[in-house]
């Protein structure tokens, strides 16, 4: 147990910002990302025994990440449209605002607005590809997909992207 | 390049990196949190468990030639006996294929379960094959 | 490069097809089986530590239905059917061992996830008719009739289903090695 201690508390400082990061980057919510690295983080200390090539963590560590953040955002998702529906007023999200307050907003807003319009598949290879700078190898390994469905993929997402913040724009 | 810039722009949004008192409160959780730690009890140990003591029982049974005594008015005769037998080890057959089938269909490829569904089935050729001999 | 999974069903068909006539030995050995199963092991690609210890099993259990079959053929009956039976389980020992190989050679995620489902069905479909065959010796002459065949139904399948796995198998090795030639 003191070997899994000391082993959850280097895996936290090793990896919390990218987990941060890329939860930060997939929902555009800082709440939701908090949430996101504490649950993935409770997970990893629970499966930390099942663990069996250490050379892997990192990209172990984000598959549980993005698995969470895909049903911690789905679940806020329902649950921000629900209230809607019984509210009958439209929920200002973080990260969406008035069209007169995007005009003064920063690029990066564009690009995230952009971003958050897109399929989890597609969202999630642009994080790990033009965001944290993960290589192909890393992706297809967080993803559960093979290299070239990677590759195929990210051209997609990107053009998909591409287009969306040329409307924005 | 014009994809570099954007995606730049993004990477130093302002709230980027997390708050350095969720940081530390999130540390401090993991660092102090024992009841994660134990392992949580699922069906494959309460499974294995009868399963072992059923065919230790049944081996333990052939080869001292002793049949579990029950209280009973009537003491067993020697057909009621053979029953018994029969039915014990028509338990222990169903029990061990049900174990079986439960491990290979939930996919385990390695590990305590693999090992002790083929330890089973061997202790149980044995015990057969002692009975069969005795 | 030869195929291996060629050799791996050619092995499972010698070891599996007992055909004996006129007091003769097998005509289908049990020990050309795995020497089939070394060699198709052999020409697997992969560099695993697990690779040499499967072939090195194989040759081990070559050599022991070698002398089970002499046994039998000789008319000696040292071993008699424990020797047979023993060979049965540790024939499920060794399939065992051959699919944690296969499970971890496969970059195609679509055969890897047959390869998967056949290790499970097999693998329970083998165990099962070993524990009933076990019992069988126990019963009476009825009942053992039932058992046996169950026992033997079991495996009959289980074989069935690895050659269309070796069939499958063949398949994505063959157009393997055209990409590669086209690659070229």
Redesign the interface.
């Known amino acids: 147990m003191h070997k899994n201690q000391l082993q959850i508390e280097q895996l936290y400082d090793a990896y919390h910002r990218d987990v941060y990061h890329f939860a930060l980057y997939y929902t555009n919510s800082k709440q939701e990302a908090e949430d996101i690295t504490q649950e993935t983080f409770l997970k990893v200390l629970k499966q930390l025994h099942h663990l069996k090539d250490g050379e892997k963590v990192k990209t172990w560590i984000l598959t549980i990440a993005r698995n969470t953040a895909v049903d911690i955002h789905r679940k806020q998702k329902i649950k921000r449209l629900l209230t809607e529906k019984l509210t009958k007023q439209p929920i200002l999200t973080e990260g969406i605002e008035p069209p007169a307050i995007v005009e003064k907003n920063e690029q990066w807003q564009i690009v995230q607005q952009a971003l958050m319009t897109l399929k989890s598949h597609d969202r999630t290879i642009i994080i790990c590809r033009m965001l944290k700078d993960y290589t192909i190898q890393e992706t297809a390994a967080i993803l559960d997909i093979s290299e070239v469905k990677v590759r195929v993929d990210f051209h997609r997402a990107m053009a998909r992207l591409r287009k969306k913040v040329g409307r924005r724009n | 390049m014009e994809?570099r810039e954007?995606?730049d722009?993004?990477?130093?949004?302002p709230?980027?990196?997390?708050e350095q008192a969720?940081?530390s409160s999130?540390?401090r959780?993991?660092?102090n949190?024992p009841k994660?730690?134990t392992k949580k009890v699922t069906v494959a140990p309460l499974l294995t468990i009868p399963m072992t003591i059923a065919i230790f029982v049944f081996l333990w049974m052939i080869t001292t030639g002793q049949t579990l005594e029950i209280r009973s008015t009537a003491s067993p005769i020697i057909s009621q006996e053979k029953t018994m037998v029969f039915t014990g080890?028509l338990f222990v057959?169903l029990s061990?294929?049900l174990f079986?089938?439960f491990v290979?269909?939930k996919?385990y490829?390695?590990g305590k379960l693999?090992f002790i569904?083929?330890a089973l089935?061997?202790c149980?050729?044995v015990g057969?094959?002692v009975?069969?001999n005795w | 490069m030869k195929d291996p999974y060629n050799n791996l069903y050619n092995g499972l068909c010698f070891i599996f097809l007992d055909l004996k006539f006129f007091g003769l030995p097998d005509i289908f050995p049990d020990f050309f089986g795995y020497m089939f199963f070394a060699y198709g092991i052999h020409l697997l690609p992969s560099i695993r530590k697990l690779k040499y210890w499967t072939r090195n099993f194989a040759i081990v259990l070559t050599v022991l239905s070698f002398v089970v079959e002499l046994d039998q053929w000789t008319g000696t009956l040292l071993l008699g059917q424990i020797g047979v039976q023993l060979l049965q389980f540790l024939l499920i020992l060794f399939m065992y061992f051959l699919f944690q190989l296969l499970l971890h050679i496969h970059e195609n995620k679509a055969f890897e996830a047959k390869t998967f489902r056949t290790y499970q069905i097999y693998m329970t479909l083998m165990l099962c008719g070993f524990v009933i065959q076990s019992f069988a010796i126990n019963l009476d002459a009825n009942l053992q009739e039932v058992a046996l065949t169950i026992s033997i139904l079991l495996q009959l399948i289980a074989f069935i289903l690895f050659v269309f796995y070796c069939r499958s198998g063949s398949k994505y090795f063959k157009s393997k090695q055209q990409s590669n030639v086209q690659s070229f």
């Open positions: 994809d954007l995606f722009t993004l990477k130093n949004r709230d980027i990196e997390p969720f940081s999130l540390r959780e993991l660092e949190n994660l730690k080890g057959l061990l294929v079986i089938i290979f269909s996919g490829t390695k693999v569904t083929f089935s061997l149980v050729w057969n094959l009975y069969a």
